[in-house]
């Protein structure tokens, strides 16, 4: 069995995963969205102070199976450090205890695997990530060939809803409040613009749709002068706004590429409404949309591994001292992930 632990930001996470039959057999995972609510976002050095409460409380279920253990999986990159490192701490202490070694795990690919826990791999594969920190559109070869097609040169969509719900004084976090309130408004009453849609390259780019719903808030007096009314309508017209871009710049990519299957993974990937958007794109473009399950799509341990059998068999196996956090920096367009 492999013991994976997830902790780049705000979530504590731990699972177990028997390699032979890929069966998720713990799994469990503590929120800190009611802490960091409270500051509309996420404050590291706080996440991290929670997170040395919640990984031991998380591990607690998955003692019985340490000495069945070949292996530890921790997300090392990319993250906020401050959090990647307690998880790591965990990992190296288990795996130097059991004498067994350490599978590193970078978080994005932990998301696409995410369509696989308890399930058989799919490749070649596009997908599409859309999370608090990345968007991203990856051309997905094999286990180790994965290449960045296009990404955002500024805001992620997560973090763009995020930021919005904050202008609008709505919470923390932002995606599934403005999701729900965008069922009960107009999403045609605000004119906002569809970013780079004049644009030939293949990019993402929310700052300006962001700083456009700040300008409609400033019109419209302050969030606090707002209606329940003006708020579910602006929320439709962002959500709407995001998706025409998203699907903009997504058709160039179908068209290039002769890829079938087709995901949609990340945090982000649990609104409904964009991927009811994705799946009319590929039903046009004759691809086959794969999602994973809803308690899979934000951050958690069971995708961790997932992706940690593949890396077993592969034999990307290190020991404890070999593995350190990386801060890595935004990767950019034609990079192999």
Not at 240 to 245: E, F
């Amino acid at each position: 069995m492999i013991l994976s632990i997830e902790s780049s930001c705000d979530d504590s996470s731990i699972a177990i995963t028997e390699i032979a039959t890929k069966k998720l057999l713990y799994h469990k995972k503590i929120s800190q969205e009611a802490e960091h609510s409270v500051y509309g976002g996420v404050v590291p050095e706080l996440a991290s102070r929670l997170h040395v409460i919640g990984l031991p409380e998380v591990l607690k279920g998955a003692l019985v199976y340490l000495n069945k253990l070949k292996a530890v999986a921790v997300t090392n990159q990319p993250g906020l450090a401050v959090t990647l490192n307690e998880g790591l701490m965990m990992a190296k202490t288990i795996a130097t205890l059991q004498n067994i070694p350490l599978i590193p795990v970078h978080h994005l690919k932990g998301h696409i695997y995410s369509l696989f826990v308890e399930k058989e791999v799919i490749m070649p594969m596009l997908v599409l990530l859309i999370s608090g920190g990345h968007t991203q559109v990856i051309r997905v070869e094999s286990f180790e060939h994965m290449e960045i097609l296009a990404s955002s040169i500024d805001d992620s969509v997560g973090e763009s809803f995020d930021k919005v719900a904050k202008m609008m004084g709505l919470g923390y976090p932002g995606g599934p409040l403005i999701e729900a309130l965008a069922k009960a408004g107009d999403e045609d009453k605000f004119n906002l613009p569809v970013p780079m849609r004049n644009s030939p390259l293949i990019a993402f780019s929310l700052s300006g749709l962001k700083n456009a719903v700040r300008l409609e808030i400033k019109k419209l007096r302050g969030h606090t002068q707002m209606s329940k009314q003006d708020k579910s309508d602006l929320c439709a017209s962002f959500q709407k706004a995001v998706k025409l871009h998203l699907l903009q710049k997504s058709k160039k990519i179908f068209a290039k590429e002769s890829i079938k299957d087709f995901a949609l993974v990340g945090g982000a990937s649990a609104n409904l409404y964009l991927r009811d958007a994705y799946e009319k794109l590929c039903n046009e473009f004759n691809k086959k949309m794969h999602t994973a399950p809803l308690e899979y799509c934000s951050d958690n341990a069971a995708m961790i591994g997932r992706y940690a059998i593949d890396a077993y068999y592969y034999g990307a196996l290190y020991t404890p001292n070999e593995v350190k956090v990386k801060v890595t920096k935004k990767q950019q367009n034609n990079t192999l992930l």
